[in-house]
């Protein structure tokens, strides 16, 4: 049976451990919330009211692509793109290619960043074969001039970080509501996480300075890791009632 991602692919590691993906989404919380685009969103009201719950509905649709025969990868991305589509003709106006293209390749940052921190250094074909799978997912949804290659894709996603990021009313409300969601102490997490992953651009629509307090707490956790303690530390740093959801991402 063919799969949409062949076993024991680059994305398949970095997709399938709990930690890497809450760490993808930690700084996707951050540049997504000065992406000029981010409206999108509260018009459906859905992130605002819940961005816990719609980070877990996002990874399930990942899984869904990542982990499954190449048949049932492509329905779960044409699912994705008929709900924008629904949510475009209550609006009355198309999303632009821009921000979909915005979205896949801070995902390919996030996914490239998080692995690096936790894990080790890819090397470039493993950067480019990121990349790529990235780019069977946008060609399916029907984007076009999607970069297949590292190179390329960075050349883009550094442009796009100079036209497309700013600071507005919605990136202070996001941020009001992951304090409000996570509380005080996890939200300070949050942050630092973001200070390990987000680049230059981000950190200063942000205002925040570089260098994460918890970045020498990372080589910890990882003998926590080698160990198979990671659980001990997660256990301690997220929400009692997302335990289950965040075990169940553990795919390898």
Do not use: C
């Amino acid at each position: 049976m063919e799969y949409f991602v062949e076993e024991g692919h680059i994305v398949q590691k970095i997709w399938g451990k709990a930690d890497v993906i809450l760490l993808i989404f930690a700084g996707a919380a951050a540049e997504f919330a000065l992406n000029k685009s981010v409206d999108w969103l509260y018009f459906t009201g859905k992130l605002p009211a819940d961005p816990l719950g719609r980070l877990f509905t996002t990874v399930g649709y990942a899984r869904q692509i990542i982990f499954s025969p190449k048949e049932k990868a492509h329905a779960a991305i044409d699912r994705m793109r008929k709900i924008h589509t629904g949510v475009e003709t209550a609006r009355g106006t198309a999303i632009p290619d821009w921000a979909y293209r915005d979205v896949l390749y801070m995902l390919i940052h996030y996914s490239i960043a998080s692995f690096e921190v936790l894990d080790r250094k890819l090397t470039a074909l493993e950067k480019d074969d990121v990349v790529e799978v990235f780019y069977r997912m946008a060609t399916r949804m029907g984007l076009e001039n999607i970069p297949s290659d590292y190179a390329a894709w960075h050349a883009q996603y550094s442009d796009q970080q100079s036209t497309n990021l700013q600071y507005s009313g919605y990136t202070a409300d996001l941020f009001k509501q992951y304090k409000k969601h996570l509380g005080s102490f996890r939200y300070y997490i949050l942050l630092e996480s973001q200070k390990l992953v987000a680049n230059k651009v981000v950190l200063n629509h942000l205002s925040l300075r570089n260098g994460s307090a918890i970045k020498p707490l990372v080589n910890v956790y990882k003998i926590f890791r080698r160990i198979n303690a990671e659980w001990f530390i997660q256990s301690i740093l997220l929400p009692a009632q997302y335990k289950t959801q965040i075990r169940q991402m553990n795919m390898i």
